[in-house]
């Protein structure tokens, strides 16, 4: 059942933006087993809200049907949308990153619903086409559409792709801050048999760079580890080997823990580079704030549930990428992650193990069913 849904969806071409008809799919399954489905979808964005009971409290599975550009065609064994089981796993785009736990969810929802009809809470699914790309339109809309609403999760359980060697072996009980910068610095362009009459930004930047890429702005704790800095881009010059540039861009990144804030971090880049009287121009742009869920309900249930199936103690962890769960974890939501291996995420020959969507999908049913049957 996991695996037939799975595969429909590998077969709805979704680059992000797109959806590809995916929640379509999803949406006549869960209305058929008596979900209430609405689609808040925001610009060019799919997105699919869909509850069933009407009370308090909500445990909402939260995931994704877009996918990244599967890249030449030809570098894949076989077409990335046309999905193809070989050994016993499930090849295509999409497959592990992360229409195999969309499927999950959504056959662990409707084998919940069928043995409990009646149940306590409010069984909740989010989904957005807005994950893998510029994150505006997704989830971050829905959550304020709902807030507005006066709907508030109380579990959020996410379907990123968690697992490092096997199922189960990594919960994500967060995930760390990201901060993005553009530095733009100002010289005077000139010759550079000329360098008295001209004022290179390349040369007068680099001190400060090494500066802040030296700094140890903490040292993490027993979830996160110390705060990184990471310059990604740097441009300037004409192109020409004999003119100095007048300008430089620089754009870098902060992945930081809890041990440290975004407003420090700020102001502590631009005392760096005040330091160094640059003449510069600084832009800043959140990706997300680090969250972190320590204990709760939500994070032994999955411990139990992973636990019962696999037979692992699983390892909590908050490395990786952002995921939409910074989005409902400012609300004071409990939120964990857990889903498929992620070794060939993003890769040509994406796959995901058969076996596992199945386990998954069971382990998935157990955390719902140990949240919303507990008086039951």
């Known amino acids: 059942m996991t695996i037939a849904l799975a595969q429909q969806l590998v077969a709805c071409p979704s680059v992000t933006p797109e959806d590809g008809g995916c929640q379509d799919i999803i949406a006549r399954r869960l209305e058929g087993c008596g979900f209430t489905v609405t689609r808040p979808d925001s610009g060019n964005v ?19 049907t877009d996918v990244v550009p599967a890249g030449e065609r030809t570098a894949w064994a076989s077409d990335p949308f046309v999905p193809v089981i070989r050994d016993g796993h499930l090849f295509g785009r999409g497959a592990a990153d992360m229409k195999g736990s969309v499927a999950a969810m959504v056959t662990a929802m409707e084998r919940f619903v069928e043995q409990y009809p009646r149940h306590l809470g409010t069984l909740a699914i989010l989904l957005t086409s807005d994950e893998e790309g510029e994150a505006i339109h997704g989830t971050r809309k829905v959550m304020e559409r ?15 792709p968690s697992s490092r060697e096997r199922l189960g072996d990594v919960i994500k009980v967060g995930r760390r801050g990201s901060l993005n910068a553009t530095l733009h610095v100002r010289g005077i362009q000139g010759h550079v048999a000329h360098p008295t009459k001209a004022r ?65 971090l700020k102001r502590e880049t631009t005392a760096i580079l005040d330091h160094h009287k640059l003449e510069y121009h600084l832009e800043w742009r959140s990706s997300g704030l680090p ?12 411990q139990k549930q992973v ?11 908050t490395d990786g990428g952002t995921s939409d769960g910074r989005f409902v974890a400012p609300t004071g939501a409990e939120v964990i992650e857990l889903g498929p291996l992620n070794a060939t995420i993003h890769k040509v020959n994406e796959c995901v193990d058969c076996a596992d969507l199945d386990a998954l999908s069971r382990i998935y049913t157990g955390i719902i069913t140990d949240l919303l049957t507990r008086e039951a």
């Open 291 to 302: 969250f972190l869920t320590q204990s709760g309900d939500l994070l032994e249930a999955v």
């Open 146 to 160: 709902l807030d507005r609403d006066g709907v508030r999760i109380k579990w959020c359980l996410v379907g990123e």
């Open 200 to 264: 290179n930004p390349i040369h007068e930047a680099l001190p400060a760079l090494m500066e802040l890429r030296a700094r140890v702005w903490d040292r993490g704790n027993q979830y996160y580890p110390p705060t990184s800095f990471q310059i990604s881009n740097i441009h300037g010059g004409t192109g020409a080997d004999n003119v100095i540039p007048g300008s430089l861009t620089v754009l870098f990144n902060y992945r930081y823990s809890t041990e440290v804030t975004e407003d420090v």
């Open 46 to 64: 799919s997105n699919l809200w869909a509850v069933h009971g009407r009370v308090q409290p909500v445990l909402a599975m939260l995931g994704h």
């Open 307 to 317: 636990l019962l199936a696999t037979g692992i103690k699983a390892d909590l962890s």
